[in-house]
C-alpha cells in the first residue's frame, strides 16, 4: 500500500507469455516444420485468445459498468471477426456461408446455452437472482431486429439466387444496424445508463415479534 491507496493485482504469467508464444509459433509456419506443429499452432492461438479476453476483462473492470461491457464487447466481436476472416481466405469460396451460420451459432448459444447456464447455476447458488428489466428488454430488443435483418430477411429477398442480399440491400441493411447498435449504445451510455448499471442494495425489513401476539409479523 502507498499513499494509503491499494496497487491493482498483477497480472496472471501466463496472459503475458501467451501472446508472445503465439507470434513465435506463428512466425515459425515459414519454417516447415511437420505436421504436428498445426497442434501447437492451435494451442497458442486459443492461450492467446483466452488472455485477450482476460485483459479485456481487467479492463472492462478498471472502466466499470456500463462501459465495462462495451469494452468486452468490442474486444469479442474483434477477435471473432478476425477468426472468420482468416478461415474464410483460407477456405475459399466454400466458405462464404461461413460468417453467418457462425454469428448464428454465437447467438443460439449466447441466448439459450450461456443464459441457461448462467441461470442454472444463479439459481442453485444465490436462489433468488435479480436483473433490469429494461436493460434487458433494450437489449434483447436490438439484439431481435439486427438477427432478424441480417439472418431472416435474406430468405425471403428475389434480388438473387439464395439467402443472400444485393449490393444495395446490402449497404441498406448495414446502415440500418449500425444506427440500431449506436442507438443501443447511446442509450446505454448516456440517455438510460441507469438501466445497465447494477441496482443499489436494498435492506429488507426484519421481522419483529410484538409482545401481545403469538407469531412473528414483517
Known sequence: MIGGMKQPPALP?????????????????????P??????????????????????????HRVGEPYGTLVLAVAITVIEVALIVSLMLAGGPSTAAL??????????IILNGMMGLCLLVGGSRHREQTFGLYGVSASLATLAAIVVLTLVLPNYTTSGAGPT???????????VSLV???TFVLVQTVRHRDYFCRPAPTTTKKCTRHRPATRRQC
Not at 504469467?13 to 516444420?33: D, E, H, M, R
Not at 505436421?35 to 476483462?57: D, K, P, R, T, W
Not at 442480399?165 to 446502415?175: E, H, K, R, V
Open 35 to 60: 505436421g504436428f506443429y498445426n497442434v501447437l499452432i492451435a494451442a497458442g492461438l486459443l492461450a492467446s485468445v483466452l488472455a485477450a479476453v482476460h485483459h479485456a476483462e481487467v479492463v472492462a
Open 180 to 182: 440500431l447498435y449506436g
Open 99 to 108: 460468417a453467418r451460420d457462425t454469428v448464428f451459432a454465437a447467438v443460439m
Open 13 to 33: 504469467l501466463w496472459s503475458i507469455v501467451a501472446p508472445i508464444a503465439g507470434w513465435l509459433l506463428l512466425a515459425g509456419t515459414g519454417l516447415g516444420l
Open 165 to 175: 442480399y444485393s449490393p444495395s440491400q446490402l449497404g441498406f441493411i448495414a446502415t
